[in-house]
T-cell receptor, first 112, second 116 residues
Framework: QKEVEQDPGPLSVPEGAIVSLNCTYSNSAFQYFMWYRQYSRKGPELLMY????GNKEDGRFTAQVDKSSKYISLFIRDSQPSDSATYLC????????????FGKGTKLSVIP | ETGVTQTPRHLVMGMTNKKSLKCEQHLGHNAMYWYKQSAKKPLELMFV???????ENNSVPSRFSPECPNSSHLFLHLHTLQPEDSALYLCASSLQGAMSGADTQYFGPGTRLTVL
């Protein structure tokens, strides 16, 4: 079983839709959870960061972590064409570990 | 320049060539990383430097040789590569490395490497 599972898509939605992106993981030691956005021909940029379980909201973006289910989500409200990118989930166990474990990424297209 | 920069952005090399990738961070960070991103695979951590000292080498073949002369610069020296080494090579930096679980990594734009 892979440590982090993420559906690669592609996922196409109309402008204004609510987008749900998800990752599941198997390592219960993970405590820190991140979402990165990667535009074509660019490096990943940090979008959201959460610690342990719960929700975090930033503008149109909401990150959710459910550690009991080993499941994390990123919701995008009122999606825009500029949100078209690949979204990578990443997680790490905590202090003392450099290792970020990434999902494969989900490619999202928001159609005007 | 701000953030993390990488040069060159694109590189084509033969299997017998020697080339180097360069990364520079302007964020005052203490840890720097090399990652490999291949199609349909997750990002793979290759090397980590913390305060110029190599702290992680994830079983990377010796044809990849990192160098970190100071906390702001990181190089990846390449020699006798194979076609399967073609990928996007990403550099990242972070403030505290493994000292803080909350430490976040910031990525450069990457070097797209093609090995013929």
């Amino acid at each position: 079983q892979k440590e982090v599972e993420q559906d690669p898509g592609p996922l196409s939605v109309p402008e204004g839709a609510i987008v749900s992106l998800n990752c599941t993981y198997s390592n219960s030691a993970f405590q820190y959870f991140m979402w990165y956005r990667q535009y074509s021909r660019k490096g990943p940029e940090l979008l959201m960061y959460t610690y342990s379980s719960g929700n975090k909201e930033d503008g149109r973006f909401t990150a959710q972590v459910d550690k009991s289910s080993k499941y994390i989500s990123l919701f995008i409200r009122d999606s825009q064409p500029s949100d078209s990118a690949t979204y990578l989930c990443a997680m790490r166990s905590g202090a003392g570990s450099y290792q970020l474990t990434f999902g494969k990424g989900t490619k999202l297209s928001v159609i005007p | 320049e701000t953030g993390v920069t990488q040069t060159p952005r694109h590189l084509v090399m033969g299997m017998t060539n020697k080339k180097s990738l360069k990364c520079e961070q302007h964020l005052g960070h203490n840890a720097m990383y090399w990652y490999k991103q291949s199609a349909k695979k997750p990002l793979e951590l290759m090397f980590v430097y913390n305060f110029k000292e190599q702290t992680e080498n994830n079983s990377v073949p010796s044809r990849f040789s990192p160098e970190c002369p100071n906390s702001s610069h990181l190089f990846l020296h390449l020699h006798t590569l194979q076609p399967e080494d073609s990928a996007l090579y990403l550099c990242a930096s972070s403030l505290q490395g493994a000292m803080s679980g909350a430490d976040t990594q910031y990525f450069g734009p990457g070097t797209r490497l093609t090995v013929l």
